[in-house]
């Protein structure tokens, strides 16, 4: 969705889509929330999406 909205040209802040993104998971990833939203070094749309592949590997 973050990706499909910069497309169209909305400018978002890493904040934001990070709060996106964690907001956007399902029930079953709740020890992931709690994980991205506490961890210092999740500032990034692409630090999610690094945790999100390490969590599925």
Do not use: W, Y
């Amino acid at each position: 969705m973050i990706r499909e909205l910069k497309t169209s040209g909305h400018v978002f802040t890493d904040e934001q889509q990070v709060e996106a993104a964690v907001k956007s998971l399902p029930k079953s990833c709740e020890h992931m929330v709690v994980n991205m939203t506490h961890n210092k070094s999740v500032k990034t749309f692409d630090n999610i999406v690094c945790h999100l592949e390490l969590e599925v590997k």
